[in-house]
């Protein structure tokens, strides 16, 4: 059973930093690309930023670009996502999500989180 689960999320002022984290288990972590996505009340899942198997290649939203990094650590099935300089647009449950093709498109992704919610206060 497929199991990725957040954790980071959190209330931070606007100008902050948060580091979200994304263990993975019932699968093998690095046949997986691992993407990152954000839902805001009332609008649609939105691409946030993906990487590749090794970590060699990274593909961002224009929003989060020079603000966001993600990373991934194969040895412990973990992938992240750097927040830095944020704002209060950035709030949303982010999710992390397992598929096998480095694109923005959620649909491309089989296996998701729960989420974890981030707000930016102004």
């Known amino acids: 059973q497929v199991q990725l689960v957040e954790s980071g999320g959190g209330l931070v002022q606007a100008g902050g930093s948060l580091r979200l984290s994304c263990t993975a288990s019932?699968?093998?972590?690095?046949?997986?690309?691992m993407g990152w996505f954000r839902q805001a009340p009332g609008k649609e899942r939105d691409f946030v930023a993906a990487?590749?198997?090794?970590?060699?290649?990274?593909y961002y939203a224009d929003s989060v670009k020079g603000r966001f990094t993600i990373s991934r650590d194969n040895a412990k099935n973990t992938v992240y996502l750097q927040m830095n300089s944020l704002k209060p647009e950035d709030t949303a449950v982010y999710y992390c999500?397992?598929?096998?093709?480095?694109?923005?498109?959620?649909?491309?992704?089989?296996?998701w989180g729960q989420g974890t919610q981030v707000t930016v206060s102004s």
């Open positions: 019932g699968r093998t972590f690095s046949s997986d690309v």
């Open positions: 990487i590749s198997r090794s970590g060699g290649s990274t």
């Open positions: 999500a397992a598929g096998g093709l480095v694109t923005p498109k959620n649909t491309d992704y089989a296996y």
